[in-house]
């Protein structure tokens, strides 16, 4: 069955950086979409990163030249770099199989605090 793994979460200060990795399985990674979303308490879940199968990438505006999403196919595995990490980039992220069946991962937390 189809699987997704996230880990790399944590505390980091505010300026620091993580890297999440989505560790997938049950399905020919490369051959799909694969995203990563945030969930803030009370908000909404958004897109964050997206890679197509061609390794073409798309960013919503608030994480542009912060974070960057790669993908390993040879290891079923896509990381999300993020760098000068904000309070505001505090949420839970989820990793996302793109469809037509749609999966998700358990989630990741990260908190950016001093």
């Known amino acids: 069955q189809v699987q997704l793994v996230e880990s790399g979460g944590g505390l980091v200060q505010p300026g620091g950086s993580l890297r999440l990795s989505c560790a997938a399985s049950?399905?020919?990674?490369?051959?799909?979409?694969m995203s990563w979303y945030r969930q803030a308490p009370g908000k909404e879940r958004e897109l964050v990163a997206s890679i197509t199968t061609g390794n073409w990438k798309t960013y919503a505006e608030s994480v542009k030249g912060r974070f960057t999403i790669s993908r390993d196919n040879a290891k079923n595995t896509v990381y999300l770099q993020m760098n000068s990490l904000k309070p505001e980039d505090t949420a839970v992220y989820y990793c996302?199989?793109?469809?037509?069946?749609?999966?998700w991962g358990q989630g990741t937390q990260v908190t950016v605090s001093s």
């Open positions: 996302k199989r793109g469809g037509p069946a749609v999966y």
């Open positions: 049950g399905f020919t990674f490369s051959s799909y979409v």
